[in-house]
């Protein structure tokens, strides 16, 4: 799996053409050695919207024993789902926010967050999209979610805490949540990040 997922980061990377990645809703900050605060230590989160006002996401690398039907059991669409609960971040953990995996949302206004993955915390929705036949392939549950002030991500990643990479939903819905770290941080020299200033600059090995 390893081999696999490191292959597909470099297609992405080489795709863009060697052109810096800028935080945006629907990409991955990865943790740097840099980050000193120890709740994101080796943490992958998905931008789950950045804009002036700040930024949100949730880590996509964090699962933990947790069943989510026990976790939310007031939740119908989680009655026979056997995934974990993520912990999402460390903003509201007793709230719930879902990834899903979807080809086809029939009517429902959903705009992906990337490739074919939308996110909601609607549970009368994700009963309707998905009923009870939800599994760890097309449903992602999480409790919390992390959360920036209006410029403040943008300074961490200046201060080299963040890489940011393009997201697919091969990495956000890997089958080896606790390997996507390493993975996404092993081909370092080959990374460009983004700095506050907007100029591409390599990352150091």
Do not use: C
């Not at 939310?72 to 609960?85: A, I, K, Q, R």
């Not at 993520?86 to 949302?105: C, E, H």
Request: no cysteine; glycine share 6%.
């Amino acid at each position: 799996m390893m081999k696999s997922t490191a292959a597909l980061l470099l297609i992405l990377l080489n795709a863009s053409a060697a052109v810096a990645q800028s935080p945006a809703t629907g990409a991955l900050l990865v943790a740097t050695d840099e980050l000193r605060d120890p709740r994101f230590s080796e943490t992958v989160i998905l931008l789950l919207h950045y804009g002036t006002d700040g930024a949100l996401g949730v880590a996509v690398n964090r699962p933990t024993w947790v069943e989510a039907a026990d976790a939310f059991s007031d939740m119908p669409f989680l009655d026979e789902y056997t995934g974990n609960v993520y912990m999402g971040g460390p903003l509201a953990p007793a709230n719930l926010v879902t990834l899903i995996r979807l080809s086809d949302i029939g009517d429902h206004e959903l705009e992906p967050i990337v490739d074919d993955i939308y996110v909601s915390a609607d549970p009368i929705l994700l009963n309707e999209l998905l009923g009870t036949a939800g599994t760890e392939q097309t449903l992602r549950v999480y409790a919390g979610h992390a959360g920036w002030d209006a410029g403040q991500l943008d300074r961490e990643i200046a201060a080299g805490s963040w890489q940011v990479l393009p997201a697919s939903a091969e990495f956000v819905f890997t089958d080896d949540p606790l390997e996507l770290w390493v993975e996404l941080r092993a081909p370092q020299s080959e990374l460009m990040v983004y700095r506050a200033d907007d100029r591409p600059r390599l990352a150091s090995p």
